[in-house]
């Protein structure tokens, strides 16, 4: 790329000599021939004057390309924080999230809900017959009624010391007993009606009208996501450094979205078959954008400088010595390549630390800086135009 106008003119140089006309001998005749080479020449290097200013007007960079130096863009370095997150893989999960199933037999005579509705705690979901429970309903309670009529029979003659004190607790007894049934038998009618445990939306529903539903059988799943918690899987490793109410940062990918949560909960346990503990964070979910099962990225903080010297990650080379890192020193009016050798500490999202080597002060070589040798001459370009370190001081 250095020296292109030069090289291409000695190119026709050696080509004109390869193809200029028939030999010619002796000195008027080498005279002869360098005069018409020269005229040649002459012709050449205007139009590559020309040429020049054509491509430089449509290319400003063009005529940095002619300098005996290398095109490069620089990067200012100074101190920053830096932080770097242990990322693992989690999920959403609801505590509100069940099946709700029948309680009783009977055939499911209405589902008053679609899929997707929102119901409120207490709603009717569904209804079931209950004729065989209502028709005992109606017998116990025509058996009270007599058992009730011969109790206050007894009772009154036991008052008048009429009838043995075994009739009368017999006709006590009986009451109760047919009481005790009415109250279970009202209780199952009871249950042949299934309302909503909660408020949340009808995600699925399992039972159709007419159908026999057992007691257990399935009728629909309600899920109430208006607080979530996302559960993530961590290496037994980093225990020591994960604390109640420690902050992440949770990202769910399908969604673009970032979240921070305090971690609400620490499993007792280690899972022995792959050595790692459970976290959990609430989140509120108002918007209910968080579905469960949905993928998360929980990040957690493992490391916090906050005057550390940070570089893009790329920018390291690494020669038979070690890493390093090409600055851009002024000196004598001409900018050169300085390779500095540097100690790196940790790395996270495509930027590391430096822990020696560089102050944090320093300029060094971004674009370019595969293309730089050391102590080389450099061109600094910004902005598509040729800008010296002394020109930015």
């Known amino acids: 790329m250095k020296k292109l106008p030069y090289l291409l003119i000695f190119t026709l140089i050696a080509f004109l000599s390869a193809c200029g006309g028939a030999k010619q001998d002796g000195l008027d005749g080498k005279k002869t021939l360098l005069k018409e080479k020269k005229k040649q020449l002459d012709q050449i290097s205007a139009d590559i004057r020309v040429l020049e200013k054509e491509i430089q007007s449509l290319d400003p960079n063009f005529k940095l390309t002619r300098e005996d130096a290398t095109l490069v863009t620089a990067l200012e370095l ?17 505590d509100k999230n069940i099946i709700i199933s029948s309680e009783t037999n ?10 997707g509705q929102y119901v409120a705690q207490g709603q009717l979901l569904a209804a079931q017959g209950s004729e065989v429970v209502n028709n005992q309903i109606i017998e116990v309670q025509t058996r009270l009624a007599l058992a009730e009529t011969v109790f206050e029979k007894r009772k009154n003659l036991w008052e008048q010391k009429i009838g043995t004190e075994i009739q009368y607790l017999e006709a006590k007894n009986n009451v109760a007993s047919l009481k005790s049934q009415l109250n279970t038998l009202s209780a199952q009618a009871g249950l042949s009606n299934t309302y909503a445990p909660f408020s949340g939306v009808v995600e699925k529903i399992l039972a159709r009208r007419g159908q026999n539903a057992a007691p257990g059988a399935p009728i629909l799943r309600l899920v109430s996501s208006g607080q979530v918690n996302v559960i993530a899987e961590v290496s037994e490793s980093y225990l020591g ?5 420690s902050i992440v940062k949770i990202e769910f990918p399908a969604l673009d979205k970032e979240v921070e949560a305090a971690i609400s909960r620490i499993s007792e346990t280690i899972n022995p078959e792959n050595r790692t503990f459970i976290i959990e964070a609430k989140l509120n979910n108002a918007d209910r954008s ?8 929980v990040k957690l903080k493992d490391y916090a400088q906050s005057d550390a010297v940070v570089v893009p990650t790329n920018l390291i080379q690494r020669d038979k010595v070690g890493d390093f890192i090409f600055t851009i020193i002024q000196k004598d009016k001409k900018t050169t390549a300085q390779k500095v050798y540097v100690k790196r500490g940790k790395t996270y999202n495509n930027q590391t630390e430096i822990l020696s080597g560089l102050k944090g002060d320093e300029t060094i070589v971004n674009d370019g800086f595969r293309e730089v040798v050391d102590g080389e001459k450099l061109k600094i370009i910004k902005n598509d135009r040729e800008q010296t370190l002394a020109n930015k001081n």
Request: hydrophobic fraction near 35%; charged fraction near 30%; charge should be positive.
């Open 290 to 297: 968080l579905k469960p099962e949905l993928l998360a990225k």
């Open 241 to 245: 450094k994960i604390k109640m109410g």
């Open 78 to 94: 100074k101190k920053n924080s830096f932080e770097s997150y242990l990322e693992v893989q989690g999920s959403v999960e609801s």
């Open 106 to 115: 009977g055939i499911i005579r209405s589902l008053p809900v679609d899929e």
